[in-house]
């Protein structure tokens, strides 16, 4: 079992930066693909990046490619999204999921991850 938890959203202008942390229970966090998702109101939940167990393998979204970079501290049980040149369009809910053994090219769905977190505010103002 994995328990995992959102923190570093908040309100920040256009162009500016956040950066989103996830800490995760567990033992095994080093065995886990962890991935990050937002919802906005009204819309369906949309994978943004993910990081395989390593580290050695990353994969986003078109819309933050460029923009956001994800990365992880496995002594710290740790994730982080690190989110540049925010825009408004970037405003939802954000969402930390965490799974094991999930294929390359499962990463990007929602259904691959049994573990999420409560979701943290990103709000971008233009």
């Known amino acids: 079992q994995v328990q995992v938890v959102e923190s570093g959203g908040g309100l920040v202008q256009a162009g500016g930066s956040l950066r989103l942390s996830c800490a995760a229970s567990g033992r095994t966090f080093s065995m886990y693909t962890m991935g990050w998702f937002r919802q906005a109101p009204g819309k369906e939940r949309e994978f943004v990046a993910a990081i395989s167990w390593s580290g050695a393998r990353t994969y986003y979204a078109d819309s933050v490619k460029g923009r956001f970079t994800i990365s992880r501290a496995n002594a710290k049980n740790t994730v982080y999204l690190q989110m540049n040149s925010l825009k408004p369009e970037d405003t939802a809910v954000y969402y930390c999921?965490?799974?094991?053994?999930?294929?390359?090219?499962?990463?990007?769905?929602?259904?691959?991850?049994?573990?999420w977190g409560q979701g943290t505010q990103v709000t971008v103002s233009s």
């Open positions: 999921a965490a799974d094991s053994y999930i294929s390359d090219g499962m990463v990007m769905g929602v259904d691959s991850y049994d573990y």
